[in-house]
């Protein structure tokens, strides 16, 4: 049984490498990420699971990091927007100018990213149930939508209702 | 950031589990069991729950289970919402569960960990109480299986350290007709106004809900109005009401007559989608 009781190291995947860091067993994700790897993409926004902005990959599914205790992490593979290189998911955004403040952007990359990877054929249906998992206060939602349509090859028709 | 410190553990069986949660409860650590841990960080988070504690129950192979098999479907309580749903043997808990919190969320949330929620809602449970399904339970005193419907009343009732290892469900329930609705108040990402799980089986439409009471609720009563047709719809509806458990839930949500108006007006849907329908 492996077991941290009190802070200590953990050794995490982050990005493809073995990184070491010191975490409180009460520590999340996305503060471990930040203040221990500098690894900044993932963003504090509500901290309470509602606005995606600390959206990250974990063995391919997108998760809340705030959501997770960095000790939960030890041994899954993490992505963070950092690790993500030349993904059609980027080009789609800066093509469909899917972003303003860009505060929000790098979680709706995560989720786009990751459901071109899994589902490549997603219904529009399943598209606008993933996208509702983030907020834009810019309210930039028609061009993200916009960008993760064009790296989809999707099946249906479209739906009124929006993400 | 958690503003207190606890111990995090993560057992490899089911009896590690077991042992180390008598352990840390007779050092009065107030042990908690962790699924996906979404609800122990925004709680504890807002010092509205302590612990000093936590059972990380996810590694254990028996709560991982997604079996179909003999004529079993058997769904470890650590699998997430999204592993059950994108597997999808049980579409009505697919629906009836499909649309806690949201998608990402989801990826994070186990059945385990919605079942046996603080929050009022717990939606994962609806599939189950309507399918008569098995809850299979770890304790001290080993494993005992018991059905949903006799364990889960306003919620799942455990011995100190017991946990939910798995749900098993027949086979024969998986594919009958069904519906899961889902209504909010405006956003389709919300708590429930009234979420329900609608089975029809033997002829009969079974039901459960969620959001309309304090907590989910199977009635035998009310499905006995519900399959009166010596009577109107409307009588049904009207009938199916006296046997609500508790008050309806008032608040920022709802207003209880408004909840109760759509309830009212799902329970119509439903009979009107199902009327003779096999």
Redesign the interface.
Known sequence: ??????KGLLELDVNGERKTVIA?????LL?VLRTQLGLTGAKPGC???DC?AC?II?DG????S????A??AV?HKIQTIEGLHDSPAQSAFLEQWGFQCGYCTSGFLM?CHALAKIHPRATPEVRI??L???ICRCTSYEEIDAAIRSILHEIEEEPA?RP | ??P?????????SIE?AVN?FERLDNEQKQPIY?G???EI??L??LNQLQTQA?I?L??IPECKALQLEEGVLVLGAGLSL?EVAEANHFPLLTESAGRV?????R??ITLGGNICSNLMYREAVLAFLVADSQAVIAGKQGIRRVVFSDIYNKRLHLHRGEFLVQIATDTKLLTLPHRGVKKTKDS??NYPLVSCAFLKCDGRLRLAVTGLCAFPFRMREMEDCLNDDSLAPEERIKQCLRYLPAPIVDDVEGSAPYRQFVFSNTLAEVIEQFEGRD
Not at chain 1, 1 to 6: D, G, H, S, T
Not at chain 2, 101 to 105: F, G, P, V, Y
């Open positions: 049984m492996w077991q941290l009781v009190e409180r067993p009460a520590d999340t503060h901290e309470n699971g995606g959206t974990m599914w997108p998760v809340k705030c959501l997770i205790l000790a939960d041994g989720v149930d993933w509702q998992s983030n209702e | 950031m958690i207190f410190d606890f111990e995090y553990y993560r057992p490899d590690e180390v962790l996906g841990g979404s960080i925004t504890g988070r936590v990380d996810k590694r999204t919190a949201d998608h990402t969320a990826c994070t389709r990402i």
